[in-house]
């Protein structure tokens, strides 16, 4: 079965400096890895996903992720932090490679921005 | 596309009453999804559909949680009784499954229950 691990509950880092939110995940079969975005009060939305074809793949706002087969990851990151950046960031992967559109979340990083 | 829209955005409702929460998925998208948020637990699935059919409702809580889809626009999630900690934030999600963003749901905005 599929399962996502995020390590660290909760980032802070300080305005212009690197973002990193590490995610691991399981899967019997090749997956589709996504991260998604909350902002406080809204609903999650999207910031890149990986399918197939290259392992970095570049969101919104200036994320990116790297798929690494041998390492079992697609962490996130940021070259340098904006305030706005500020929510919480969940990893995710697709049930069964796919096969339905039913995702498997992880538990959710919260990042904070101080200035 | 207006996205995926629920409504309530706020409900407060007091303990026992009956909690109707409701959500319209993006035009042409065949997978609806539910799931609650807490601080305590999470963000949870709680059921999901495909093609207005109920295909995997093992994260419903209990009996008290119900929820339909009678048709492809309109969805339903259902708390009778409703309980002080059936409060919570619920999201609704649709996906399309086949086309180029395959898996990659859309939320919306939620709606924030409050049971006293």
């Known amino acids: 079965a599929q399962s996502v691990t995020q390590l660290g509950s909760h980032v802070s880092v300080s305005e212009g400096a690197l973002v990193l939110l590490r995610c691991n995940y399981s899967s019997s079969v090749p997956p589709y890895l996504f991260w998604y975005v909350q902002y406080p009060n809204q609903g999650l939305q999207l910031l890149l996903k990986y399918t197939t074809g290259a392992t970095l793949v570049k969101g919104i706002n200036g994320f990116e992720a790297e798929f690494k087969k041998s390492e079992t990851s697609f962490h996130l990151t940021k070259p340098s932090a904006h305030m706005s950046d500020a929510a919480e960031y969940f990893c995710a992967v697709s049930e069964r490679g796919g096969a339905t559109n039913k995702l498997i979340f992880g538990t959710g990083t919260l990042l904070a921005v101080q200035p | 596309d207006a996205g995926v829209i629920q409504s309530p955005r706020h409900e407060v409702t007091e303990m026992g009453q009956e909690v109707t929460l409701r959500c319209k998925p993006i035009?042409?998208?065949?997978?609806l999804f539910w799931y609650r948020q807490t601080m305590m637990r999470g963000l949870e699935l709680l059921i999901y559909f495909n093609n207005n059919v109920p295909i995997d409702d093992s994260g419903m809580p209990e009996d008290r949680f119900s929820a339909k889809m009678p048709n492809a626009s309109f969805s339903t999630l259902k708390i009778q009784p409703s309980e002080p900690r059936d409060s919570a934030v619920y999201f609704c999600?649709?996906?399309?499954?086949?086309?180029?963003?395959?898996?990659?749901?859309?939320f919306g905005p939620g709606t924030r229950l409050t049971v006293t």
């Open positions: 035009s042409g998208h065949d997978y």
């Open positions: 999600a649709s996906s399309w499954w086949g086309g180029p963003g395959v898996g990659e749901q859309y």
